[in-house]
């Protein structure tokens, strides 16, 4: 209590969350960890983390999700996902959406100023996405407007439908190094 950090030590191995809804819903909650984690079959965006500040995803799997956003990061700072594995999505396997202006001021964060917001992908292996949403600009990892800030490197891509990495608008201080990509944009129209 003193922390405020609450701690889950799992006995079994493997230990499997399904639902029908989105599994890990944050709104301005900061310092999280989420380490080794299997997170399946989900009816929604398996995670919508928005205004969230130091938030870590390690060693998890996120498969077989049906939301049309996939994993959702909306306008965070200090994000890292590494090491895991993101697979069987029907649409984004990532979607990364920057801050802008009307946003983070109460976190002190300016996007004027092109501050960075210390995106982190590393390690990763990202697979069978978009599975279902193969007609649109969907990717295995998708940068919205307004990211500043992304380290994308040593991940692995492959059977995605359309592309692995995408990019929308005012992208600045983005660093895509040493990642496999292969058979990308499989059902490209």
């Not at 500040?53 to 996939?70: E, P």
């Not at 007609?135 to 500043?148: G, N, P, Q, T």
């Not at 608008?169 to 292969?182: P, Q, S, T």
Request: proline share 1%; hydrophobic share 35%; net charge negative.
């Amino acid at each position: 209590t003193k922390t405020n950090t609450l701690y889950v030590y799992n006995p079994i191995d493997n230990y499997y969350i399904a639902t029908e809804g989105t599994f890990i819903t944050t709104d301005y909650a900061d310092y999280m960890s989420f380490v080794n984690l299997n997170f399946r079959c989900s009816n929604n965006s398996p995670m919508n983390i928005k205004y969230s500040d130091y938030i870590t995803f390690d060693r998890c799997n996120i498969s077989y999700t049906s939301g049309n956003d996939g994993f959702v990061v909306n306008r965070c700072l200090n994000f890292t996902i590494k090491n895991s594995e993101i697979a069987y999505t029907s649409g984004y396997g990532i979607y990364f959406r920057g801050a802008d202006t009307n946003d983070r001021a109460d976190a002190g964060y300016d996007y004027m100023t092109l501050a960075s917001q210390n995106l982190l992908i590393e390690n990763n292996l990202f697979h069978d996405v978009s599975l279902t949403d193969i007609h649109s600009d969907v990717a295995a990892v998708k940068l919205l407007d307004h990211v500043i800030g992304v380290k994308v490197a040593h991940n692995e891509f492959y059977n995605c439908s359309r592309h692995a990495i995408s990019f929308g608008l005012d992208n600045y201080d983005v660093l895509i190094e040493y990642n496999y990509i292969h058979e990308s944009m499989v059902n490209s129209a």
